[in-house]
């Protein structure tokens, strides 16, 4: 069992900077791969960015250059920092724990934090 608490959205202009945070609480931390995903209203979740337990690192291509994932196992922390924004990515970004046992994938989520994107 985790639980995960994502933090530091907000409100920016197009071409600045949010970093973004996931605490995680209530199992060992390090054995997760942490990932970030983004959804708007009407729209399905996608992929933003993942870095497993071995710290092997992808991006969805949209955030190429641009999105940074990291993660703090002595913390118990994910982290996003996202430069360069644009409008489009405005959305709620939410923190995904996941990890694979013999009786398959278990995922653990957030509950959202939301990312504006605006002049």
């Known amino acids: 069992q985790v639980q995960l608490v994502e933090s530091g959205g907000g409100l920016v202009q197009p071409g600045g900077s949010l970093r973004l945070s996931c605490a995680a609480s209530?199992?060992?931390?390090?054995?997760?791969?942490m990932g970030w995903y983004r959804q708007v209203p009407g729209q399905q979740r996608e992929l933003v960015a993942q870095?497993?337990?071995?710290?092997?690192?992808s991006y969805a291509n949209f955030v190429k250059g641009r999105f940074t994932i990291s993660r703090d196992n002595a913390k118990n922390t994910a982290y996003l920092q996202m430069n360069d924004l644009k409008p489009e990515d405005t959305a709620v970004y939410y923190c995904n724990a996941n990890r694979w046992r013999p009786v398959g994938r278990t995922d653990y989520w957030g509950q959202g934090t939301q990312v504006t994107v605006s002049s």
């Open positions: 209530g199992s060992i931390f390090s054995i997760y791969s």
């Open positions: 870095i497993t337990s071995g710290g092997t690192i």
